[in-house]
């Protein structure tokens, strides 16, 4: 599975859009990009993945661009629930996930 | 539809001795992955089990073990426990274990003195 590099920590203010990068260089062709996020003493929640398209979903979407290297993910309006630690995976056809340091996302009220 | 149970929530015990985590998964799901949590090291994968098999181990030592009943109902154990082992772990579930989504429990915190 792919290598991810994210920022180690990102803010933004209350109903603002956040969009959190991802950088994923080395990805191949069968790996898909996952999102996952975890408040502090949760377990991981799924948020979103996608292998090439743009995808959407009640919670964010997820832009990864053209030659797949890197992705983002936008929190469309973000509230202060959704201060947490966002992870950004690449996965094949693996049974675990590879979790880096993710970003750390501070919404400001 | 219930979630990814873990029992229990909390857990003391003292160096030398084992101890035994227990996770349900939801309802369907055959797979079943634990993860150990900690603030140097970070989410590292443990171990992944789908139909009582075990598929796939991350670079622990032996003293992690771990297994699965017919029923998906998955328990890990750790024996001779160290200072290190200090950690919360976490349990996810998946239909089949592979390229779809998974879905975690609130893991057990496990302190070892």
């Known amino acids: 599975d792919a290598k991810t590099t994210q920022p180690p920590s990102m803010d933004c203010a209350e109903g603002r859009a956040a969009n959190l990068p991802c950088n994923h260089s080395t990805i191949s062709g069968n790996e898909y990009v996952y999102w996952y996020r975890q408040i502090h003493s949760q377990g991981p929640q799924y948020i979103i993945h996608?292998?090439?398209n743009n995808e959407t979903n009640e919670m964010a979407s997820l832009i990864i661009t053209e030659d797949r290297k890197s992705s983002t993910l936008i929190l469309p309006h973000a509230t202060l629930r959704d201060t947490a630690v966002y992870y950004c995976?690449?996965?094949?056809?693996?049974?675990?996930?590879?979790f880096g340091s993710g970003t750390r996302l501070l919404v400001r009220p | 539809k219930a979630g990814v149970t873990q029992t229990p929530r909390y857990l003391i015990k003292t160096r030398g001795q084992q101890v035994t985590l227990s996770c349900s998964p939801i309802s369907g799901h055959r797979s079943v992955s634990w993860y150990q949590q900690t603030p140097g090291q970070g989410l590292q994968f443990l171990f992944e089990y789908f139909s009582e098999t075990q598929r796939n181990k991350g670079n622990f030592p032996g003293r992690f073990s771990g297994r699965q009943f017919s029923n998906s109902r998955s328990e890990m154990n750790v024996s001779t426990l160290e200072l290190g082992d200090s950690a919360l772990y976490l349990c996810?579930?998946?239909?089949?274990?592979?390229?779809?989504?998974?879905?975690f429990g609130s893991g057990t915190q496990l302190s070892v003195l």
């Open positions: 996608g292998l090439k």
């Open positions: 995976i690449v996965r094949g056809s693996s049974y675990k996930l590879i």
């Open positions: 996810a579930s998946s239909t089949t274990g592979i390229n779809e989504k998974l879905f």
